[in-house]
T-cell receptor, first 114, second 112 residues
Framework: DGGITQSPKYLFRKEGQNVTLSCEQN?????MYWYRQDPGQGLRLIYY???????QKGDIAEGYSVSREKKESFPLTVTSAQKNPTAFYLC?????????????FGPGTRLTVL | DAKTTQPPSMDCAEGRAANLPCNHS???????VYWYRQIHSQGPQYIIH???NNETNEMASLIITEDRKSSTLILPHATLRDTAVYYC?????????????FGTGTRLTIIP
């Protein structure tokens, strides 16, 4: 069964701690993306990767870091430098970088920093 | 990418056609119109996209005006499961332009 998985669905962390959100896809997609969504708002792009071992900053990359060591995995680390990390985080992938543009989204991780 | 304007909310009776408008008056020649929807607390779902011709798939139809400055997403027989926020997005398809810019969308409520 192909798709994108994000884990965990809910995550709680204390202020000042780094936390890593998992995103895995078995769709053989080249491109992967991380978005952040705040209540009542649209999605904002954090980072994206078009190919293994390469990634680009999106609109709100400060306080976040990513890696793309494998095609199927694109973990996001929310660092202590992120001033307001509580949000809904969505991972997506698309078949070909610069291609048709349909992005397939995972179920999301809701991060709450206490 | 061109900016889009959508009404913040709409209601539609169950079983009727839901017509969701989108204005994108600054769209350029190589930019496509995409529609996604997001059901509460889930990831967005791709619905349909088009360039200038009308498009139809198993989920919906997309009608783009001849001048391409606006479009309408049509859900032909709305069901309660179609209640969601619908996003209209304009994006070019050139390599390196990967961003989908999500606005606040239209909150569609299907009324029983």
């Amino acid at each position: 069964d192909g798709g994108i998985t994000q884990s965990p669905k809910y995550l709680f962390r204390k202020e000042g701690q780094n936390v890593t959100l998992s995103c895995e896809q078995n769709l053989n997609h080249d491109a992967m993306y991380w978005y952040r969504q705040d209540p009542g708002q649209g999605l904002r792009l954090i980072y994206y990767s078009q190919i293994v071992n390469d990634f680009q900053k999106g609109d709100i990359a400060e306080g976040y870091s990513v890696s793309r060591e494998k095609k199927e995995s694109f973990p996001l680390t929310v660092t202590s430098a992120q001033k307001n990390p509580t949000a809904f985080y969505l991972c997506a992938s698309s078949p070909l970088a610069g291609g048709p543009g349909e992005q397939f989204f995972g179920p999301g991780t809701r991060l709450t920093v206490l | 990418d061109a900016k889009t304007t959508q009404p913040p909310s709409m209601d539609c009776a169950e079983g009727r056609a839901a017509n969701l408008p989108c204005n994108h008056s600054t769209i350029s020649g190589n930019e496509y119109v995409y529609w996604y929807r997001q059901i509460h607390s889930q990831g967005p779902q791709y619905i349909i996209h088009g360039l200038k011709n009308n498009e139809t798939n198993e989920m919906a139809s997309l009608i783009i005006t001849e001048d391409r400055k606006s479009s309408t997403l049509i859900l032909p027989h709305a069901t309660l499961r179609d209640t969601a926020v619908y996003y209209c997005i304009v994006r070019g398809r050139n390599f390196g332009n990967e961003k989908l810019t999500f606005g606040t969308g239209t909150r569609l409520t299907i009324i029983p």
